[in-house]
């Protein structure tokens, strides 16, 4: 593919998709997404980019055309931790609108456009419905290339790879772990990567030199977990991940399992704010002042405020942008919006929680150029 390769987002979020673009070296054309924050933060960041709005109002053959089409249809549906309504769910379903676009785009240009196309989900694809779920997405994906195709659902389930391979497409997926990826976060998700030209799907995504490092941990998104930090703290120390489920609730109300993991986070999502807790350098009660990064707890003997009392140790929920830094975008990326207006911390936690690790994606996009 051409180096200066265009890309369409379909589900676009906050530009994730784009972004990890710009990094392999291809243009962003235009996105679809219809949550106002998101859109607004997109704006700023690729002004230049169409913004299409309701995926379910596009027609693909009425749109600019583009070589690589990217789409992380909503996964609620799908989700371990939603209601496992499947793919045919009142929001999972939008994934039929993407195909819908994909197949009108490529009848209105003979077949050209999109060459590629990178589908994004959670794990819990594979299980929904008995398995059928995903063999119904890779299924309609590849139906847009061999319209007449039926591919079986394996008897004992969907391994977390896989290919499959037609006389002149392909299609692979595989489950990337995003802490691997250059980000301290556990956040694992399935991949889907189509070529309706060839038979390099495989090539793309399952290339031997991939692996840790191989991206750029986010570029300028920042040192690390939680920046730099004064008052004795330093990058040697041992760092807590409090997953937000866990935090405030009672003995008997449970959690997710410990709770607790060392230096790396638990994924991010839109409803849970996860914790963080460091090393207190010096023992005793004090105040942990992450350099860069506001919005600290302070830790005091009088705890009349509701603030955490801690010794020896800082506890305080994750900033904005340590999720930024977490996904691999820039710092500040949610910030504002266009109009030069602040975003609310509620709307950019949805927003990152919902988004996508940008080094995962990133790998993927290098693989096509």
Same mark, same amino acid.
């Given at each position: 593919? *051409? ?5 369409? +987002?379909?589900?676009?979020?906050? #530009? &994730?998709?784009?972004? =990890?673009?710009?990094?392999? /070296? ?116 590849? *139906? ?5 195709? +039926?591919?079986?659902?394996?008897? #004992? &389930?969907?391994?977390? =790879?896989?290919?499959?391979? /037609? ?203």
């Amino acid at each position: 593919m *051409k180096h200066n390769a265009a890309l369409g +987002s379909l589900f676009d979020g906050i #530009g &994730g998709f784009p972004l =990890a673009a710009v990094r392999a /070296g291809i243009r962003p054309v235009w996105a679809s997404e219809i949550q106002a924050a998101p859109v607004r933060i997109t704006k700023r960041h690729f002004p230049k980019m169409e913004h299409l709005g309701d995926i379910t109002k596009l027609d693909g053959a009425e749109i600019e055309p583009v070589d690589i089409i990217t789409f992380g249809s909503p996964c609620q549906d799908l989700s371990v931790a939603g209601r496992r309504a499947g793919l045919f769910g009142k929001r999972s379903s939008l994934f039929m609108q993407a195909v819908r676009i994909i197949k009108e785009m490529r009848i209105a240009t003979n077949g050209k456009c999109p060459a590629r196309i990178v589908w994004e989900n959670v794990p819990g694809a594979f299980g929904t419905n008995g398995g059928r779920d995903f063999q119904t997405v890779i299924g309609e994906i590849a *139906k847009i290339a061999e319209p007449g195709i +039926s591919i079986p659902k394996p008897s #004992g &389930g969907w391994l977390a =790879a896989g290919a499959v391979l /037609g006389d002149c497409w392909s299609l692979a997926w595989r489950v990337l772990d995003a802490q691997y990826w250059g980000v301290p976060q556990r956040r694992r998700r399935v991949f889907v990567v189509a070529d309706f030209g060839s038979r390099c799907a495989g090539e793309i995504l399952f290339k031997p030199e991939s692996g840790v490092g191989d991206c750029p941990a986010g570029g300028t998104a920042g040192e690390g977990f939680t920046g730099s930090a004064e008052s004795g703290v330093t990058q040697h120390n041992k760092t807590y991940c409090i997953v937000g489920n866990t935090i405030d609730r009672t003995h008997k109300s449970g959690g997710n399992g410990l709770g607790v993991i060392e230096d790396v986070s638990y994924t991010l999502t839109s409803t849970d704010r996860h914790a963080v807790s460091v090393p207190y350098v010096g023992g005793g009660f004090g105040v942990y002042r992450p350099g860069d990064i506001g919005g600290t707890i302070r830790a005091k003997e009088d705890n009349t405020s509701g603030d955490l009392i801690v010794m020896s140790q800082s506890v305080r929920r994750f900033t904005p942008l340590e999720y930024e830094r977490l996904q691999g975008y820039p710092d500040y990326w949610t910030l504002y919006g266009h109009d030069g207006k602040q975003i609310s911390d509620g709307q950019r936690y949805k927003a990152l929680g919902n988004s996508i690790a940008v080094p995962c994606v990133q790998f993927i996009l290098d693989g096509m150029k």
